[in-house]
């Protein structure tokens, strides 16, 4: 049966939906031959399913990076995924041939190097991250292609519940606050600048694709000069907001949960800025968010 991408492989009764570990996909694969794609996949949709059929045209086996309940809720306000990772895994079956639960994304180095990827299929996003994350892509790993979905999600999230944030540190509070209230569709990241112990700008990802850092710097702008600051964000920055925090004169920076590829943080050590978790005297219950994710920058 051809999907409507004229490809005869996405077929959903013959794709097992195997959940494997990241070190055992590794030795089930051979080089250069997977898809590979990531997501929430929740609620599991016709977006969703439209997005798997897209990126089965592409080469097999199709391998999905599921992201852990704790990434969602990271992402998307800190609000729980409306199921959780095992029932989102088995969601899946039928769609995929192997589901790997990670708090990583499908173009972080670890996850190229475990899978050695034929292709990665990217959700569409902001156009300009994706620009030069694509070139940092090409130029560390030439032989992996990259492609990016054009369905445009058009659906509402589930409400779940929401992970306890209680914090007397006002930065913090202020961070979750802002992405609590954020606009944006999926990724509710938020940053605030500090200066003299003050906080002179905050900013949230916008419902435009806009990315926190970005928005914040340009507000930054307008206090004064900026290599006195320091800019906390609640996961660290991108490759595309590493640069331009670089351009902008922050020193310092301070995350408060690790998730993403590595690439930002890497960028900017090189260029002198010191980056590193922000971490405070924890009530047991702010603790749900911070130990979850782990060391992407390694590889």
Aim: glycine share 6%; aromatic share 8%.
């Amino acid at each position: 049966m051809k999907n409507k991408y004229g490809d005869a492989r996405f077929n959903s009764t013959k794709r097992k939906g195997e959940i494997v570990t990241l070190t055992r996909i590794s030795r089930l694969i051979s080089k250069n031959t997977a898809t590979v794609v990531a997501g929430a996949f929740d609620p599991f949709n016709d977006y969703y399913r439209e997005f798997l059929e897209f990126a089965s045209q592409f080469s097999a086996p199709l391998i999905a990076v599921l992201h852990t309940d704790k990434v969602v809720a990271l992402r998307r306000g800190l609000i729980l995924p409306s199921e959780n990772q095992i029932k989102r895994a088995h969601n899946l079956k039928g769609f995929v041939d192997y589901v790997v639960i990670s708090n990583e994304v499908a173009h972080s180095p670890r996850i190229i190097k475990k899978i050695r990827p034929k292709y990665i299929v990217l959700q569409k996003d902001n156009e300009e991250y994706q620009r030069i994350l694509m070139q940092e892509i090409k130029k560390e790993f030439p032989d992996v292609e990259i492609e990016i979905c054009t369905i445009k999600r058009t659906f509402s999230l589930k409400t779940g519940k929401r992970i306890s944030t209680d914090t007397k540190n006002d930065i913090v509070r202020k961070l979750y606050s802002l992405a609590k209230a954020s606009k944006a569709g999926m990724a509710k990241i938020s940053a605030v600048l500090v200066r003299d112990g003050k906080i002179i700008a905050a900013a949230s990802n916008s419902d435009q694709g806009e990315h926190a850092e970005i928005l914040l710097l340009e507000k930054g702008k307008t206090t004064g000069d900026l290599h006195k600051a320091i800019l906390y964000v609640l996961i660290p920055p991108c490759l595309m907001c590493a640069k331009a925090i670089a351009k902008s004169g922050p020193k310092r920076v301070y995350y408060l949960a690790r998730f993403g590829d590595g690439r930002g943080i890497r960028y900017l050590r090189q260029h002198k800025i010191e980056i590193k978790a922000f971490k405070e005297r924890q009530r047991k219950s702010d603790r749900s968010l911070g130990k979850c994710y782990i060391e992407t920058e390694r590889t």
